[in-house]
């Protein structure tokens, strides 16, 4: 049973940074083929995809976080990162990490695309 577990939201200013961890479950990095990837959403609003990284070290991105955010795994505890920086209150929304094993992400893909959810964890960032 696959889980997702995100952690690291909180409240910044304008300009800040924040960096979130999704710890991963019951699926080890060492399998062949998967995308790992970082969505948000605000209530209203359809999820939207922020970054990816998939098992052969391809990377995607929006292009609205592009140059500020960086996504980042770490093999040996399953955790998926993304450091953001330069944040503004466009930013805010509750991020969730998502997974798609025997998949590789090339172009910063859809949400129907994932299979495995993790609960959100909220980013806030105030003028």
């Known amino acids: 049973q696959v889980q997702l577990v995100e952690s690291g939201g909180g409240s910044v200013q304008t300009g800040g940074s924040l960096r979130l961890s999704c710890t991963a479950s019951g699926y080890t990095h060492s399998t062949d083929t998967y995308c790992m990837g970082w969505f948000r959403q605000v209530p209203g609003k359809e999820r939207e995809g922020v970054a990816t990284r998939s098992a052969n070290g391809w990377v995607t991105y929006a292009d609205s976080v592009r140059g500020r955010f960086s996504v980042s795994k770490d093999a040996g505890n399953n955790t998926l990162y993304l450091q953001m920086s330069g944040l503004t209150p466009e930013d805010t929304g509750l991020y969730y990490c998502?997974?798609?094993?025997?998949?590789?992400?090339?172009?910063?893909?859809?949400?129907?695309?994932?299979?495995?959810w993790g609960q959100g964890t909220q980013v806030t960032v105030s003028s």
């Open positions: 998502a997974l798609r094993l025997g998949f590789l992400c090339r172009t910063q893909p859809s949400p129907q695309v994932f299979a495995h």
